[in-house]
């Protein structure tokens, strides 16, 4: 009898042993983390709330009558680039290299048809990265618009960011980002986005600034921003969105994303911090204006360092980024090119030294290769990225003009964006030629 139940017990136990090795066998591959899964979709949300911002930041610094033109450029940005990233943008960036590896193709990716049941190893769906990553498509574009605010006509932009979000955003996002990229090979260090997102928008906007020409009238005639308020409200937006643009860019919810998270709030408040102590020396006052440009000097600094950097590094890429900044717009003025709302001054420049000044504060351990050979791996990243969007910006500008039209008729533009392309104002009790 004894026997009986010792072996019922064992034939039950070996029964549970089969079931489990079945349950196993049929859970192989990546399950669905739901916890790294809730983070993404925060961090995606966090990050598609940008664009809004950016437009409030944006449209508050222009005058009255172009401030609905100002903020249609990036709304105009969620839906251009938003459709060209489900069709083909996707797989352009992080397809298996084609053409040479100047960009990525794959099939599946392709109006993201083939990844409907795909989980990455990091355990969230493959749509959430997908469109974490078309955000960021997404608001690049709406960057270089800061630079010819005021003076372009709509259709001429909506063409003009289709086809470098096609021509140049892709390619950079494959070159730096994708794992058969030839700058991610060479180990290039952009967490964020340094150089795929704000060293190529500040290329792009520079050479956007020259090639369109200055807003009629200007330096001579004063250009008042029409609302500061709103400009402050949005670059507190920006400042919340980047906590899911850069913590969202570890592609996990752990310890690199704490990491990230941490060092985007300190180069924020450095750069903040640094630009008020800055005009407190040279102005005896501190504006809104330069706080809020602080803020976005020191989160555009440590984008591309973000997963790399301690707290201390991050302090000192966010205060010296504000400096360089200040130093820049200062520049423009001197030189008197109508990069009307420093895309280049502040994105361009502070990106820049972001990506370039994390090699002398990299957290131990993350490199291993020599500092002097991560430099010039980094300095190749921002040159390549500097000249590739530079090129391509100005072939773009020359071939939408010709065929399209970008700059505005002088009358539409005296008579402002809102007005004359929209049909619109944006406030009807204030004088509409300020």
Known sequence: MKMSKRAAFTAAFVGLLCLSGTAFAEGEGPQVDTGTTAWMLTSTGLVLLMVPGLAMFYGGLVRTKNVLGTMMHSFAAMAVVGVLWMICGYAMSFGSNVLGGWCGWNKDYFMLKGIDTTILDSGIPEYVFAMFQGKFAIITPALIAGAFAERVRFRGYCIFIALWSLLVYNPLCHWVWAEDGFLFEKG??????????????????????????????????????????????????????????????????????????????????????????????????????????????????????????????????????????????????????????????????????????????????????????????????????????????????????????????????????????????????????S
Not at 218 to 224: F, G, I, S
Not at 238 to 252: C, E, K, P, R, T
Not at 256 to 278: F, P, R, Y
Not at 390 to 411: C, H, N, Q, S, W
């Open 188 to 433: 290039a260090i952009d967490f964020a986005g340094g150089t795929v997102i704000h060293i190529s928008a500040g290329a792009a906007a520079l050479v956007a600034a020259f090639y369109v020409g200055a807003r009629r009238g200007y330096p001579k005639t004063a250009m008042h921003p029409n609302n500061l308020v709103m400009t402050l409200m949005g670059a507190g937006i920006l400042w919340v969105g980047w906590f899911g643009f850069n913590a969202g860019s570890s592609v996990d919810s752990g310890l690199v994303t704490a990491q990230a998270l941490t060092v985007t709030q300190v180069a924020a408040a450095a750069g903040a911090l640094s630009w008020m102590i800055l005009e407190g020396i040279l102005h005896k006052k501190a504006t809104t204006l330069g706080f809020v440009s602080g803020v976005l000097a020191g989160l555009v600094a440590i984008t591309p360092a973000a997963g790399a950097v301690q707290p201390w590094g991050a302090l000192v890429l966010g205060a010296v980024a504000s400096v360089l900044c200040y130093l820049a717009i200062e520049m423009k003025n001197k030189l008197g090119y109508d990069d009307t709302l420093d895309v280049f001054g502040i994105h361009g420049v502070a990106a820049l030294w972001g990506a370039i000044g994390l090699t002398f504060v990299l957290r131990p351990g993350t490199i291993e290769v020599s500092m002097l050979h991560q430099l010039w791996v980094q300095t190749e990243g921002c040159l390549v990225s500097l000249g590739y969007s530079a090129v391509m910006t100005l072939i773009l500008l020359v071939v939408v003009e010709k065929l399209f039209g970008f700059r505005l008729t002088p009358d539409a533009e005296r008579a402002g964006m809102d007005h004359s392309l929209h049909s619109e104002h944006g406030y009807g009790m204030l004088n509409l030629n």
